[in-house]
C-alpha cells in the first residue's frame, strides 16, 4: 500500500477507542485482514487512529443491525483491538488498511461527540496454556493446516510447513478465522475460556470438515 506501513501497538489494559462493527465478521488476534473503508463515519475514524496510537476495536453487529445500520445497532461485548499496519488513502477520502488483531477485549460502549462510536476496553486476553505436545494438538495441526489450505485454495511452497512451526495460538486464531463458520460459532469461539477449550472446539470443527 502506497501510505505507509506502521508499528503495531499492544493494547493496553484500559481504554477508550473507536469502535469499526461489522455484521458477519469476527476478528480474531494475531489475524490480518484488509478493509476498506468508504463510508464517511469511518473514513473520519481512520484519519483519527492514523493521527494517535493507531488502534481502534473491530466489533460483531448482533440482533436486528440492518434496519438499524445507519443509527447505532447493537454488537457483541467481546471484540478485538487492531491495529493499523499498512494504509492507502484515495484522493476521494477512502481507505484501504490492512489491520492486525492485537488483543481480545470485552467492550461497553461510551457516549462522544463524533460521528462514529466508541468503547471502552478491558483487554481479556486468552491464556496461552496448551502443551504443543498434546497428540490432540498434533492431529489440530495436521487437519488445520489442511483446512486453511482448502480455504485458500493452493497451498504456496512451503505453507504446510510454516503451518506446523507457527506459535500455537497464533495458529489456533488463524484457524477461527479462516475456518468456515457462521458468525454465531465464531463468536462462540472468540469467547472461550481458554487455548485448551478453544484447540478442543476447532479439532471438533476440522475433523466434521474431513470427515
Known sequence: MAGGKRRMVKASAHEILPLFPLPDFVLFPHVHVPLH???????EMVAEVLDGNGRFCMGTLVGNWAQKYDG?????????????????????????????????????????????????????????EISPA???????????????IDV?????S???????????????????????????????????????ALAAELLQHCERLHA
Not at 175 to 183: E, M, N, S, T, Y
Open 37 to 43: 473503508i468508504f463510508e464517511p463515519r469511518y473514513r
Open 72 to 128: 447505532n445497532p447493537d454488537f457483541h461485548p467481546t471484540g478485538c483491538v487492531c491495529s493499523v499496519i499498512d494504509y492507502e488513502r484515495h484522493p476521494d477520502g477512502r481507505y484501504n488498511i490492512l489491520v492486525e488483531g492485537v488483543s481480545r477485549v470485552q467492550m461497553a460502549e461510551v457516549s462522544n461527540d463524533r460521528e462514529f462510536r466508541c468503547v471502552e476496553i478491558r483487554v481479556d486476553d486468552m491464556p496461552a
Open 134 to 148: 498434546n497428540g490432540a494438538v498434533q492431529r489440530l495441526r495436521e487437519l488445520g493446516s489442511r483446512a486453511l
Open 152 to 156: 485458500i485454495g493452493e497451498a504456496p
Open 158 to 196: 512451503g505453507m504446510a510447513e510454516r503451518m506446523q512451526s507457527i506459535e500455537l495460538l497464533t495458529f489456533l486464531n488463524l484457524l477461527a478465522f479462516h475456518l468456515p463458520l457462521d458468525v454465531k460459532q465464531k463468536i462462540d469461539l472468540i469467547e472461550l475460556p481458554t487455548s485448551n
